[in-house]
């Protein structure tokens, strides 16, 4: 079991940068990927961005590619996202999440372990 708990978001205004941290507590071993996901009000949960614990390779949507950056501090137990030039259409609830299985990782259905979410609202 593992628990997730996610901090950092906030409100700011468009252009502005954000870092959302989500540390790990519990069984942690032995993961396949952990990601960032954002949901809004009516909308499925989409993915933002992804690593993977192996090799530390990342995959990126591509609405945030170039602006954000997924990273990870395995000696903490934390992971990132630091979000920069921020757009009014990244505004969300974000979440952080844990998947120990070799599965598609850009799928939150895959995932095992979810926080409870983190909300940025970025103004124009």
């Known amino acids: 079991q593992v628990q997730l708990v996610e901090s950092g978001g906030g409100s700011v205004q468009a252009g502005g940068s954000l870092r959302l941290s989500c540390g790990a507590s519990?069984?942690?071993?032995?993961?396949?990927?952990m990601g960032w996901f954002r949901q809004t009000p009516g909308k499925e949960r989409e993915g933002v961005a992804v690593?993977?614990?192996?090799?530390?390779?990342?995959n990126y949507a591509d609405s945030v590619k170039g602006r954000f950056n997924i990273f990870q501090d395995n000696a903490k137990n934390m992971l990132y996202l630091q979000m920069n030039s921020l757009k009014p259409e990244d505004t969300a609830m974000y979440y952080c999440?844990?998947?120990?299985?070799?599965?598609?990782?850009?799928?939150?259905?895959?995932?095992?372990?979810w926080g409870q979410g983190t909300l940025v609202t970025v103004s124009s």
């Open positions: 690593t993977y614990a192996g090799g530390g390779s990342t």
């Open positions: 999440a844990a998947n120990w299985k070799i599965s598609s990782c850009s799928d939150p259905r895959n995932y095992d372990a």
């Open positions: 519990g069984y942690t071993y032995s993961l396949y990927c």
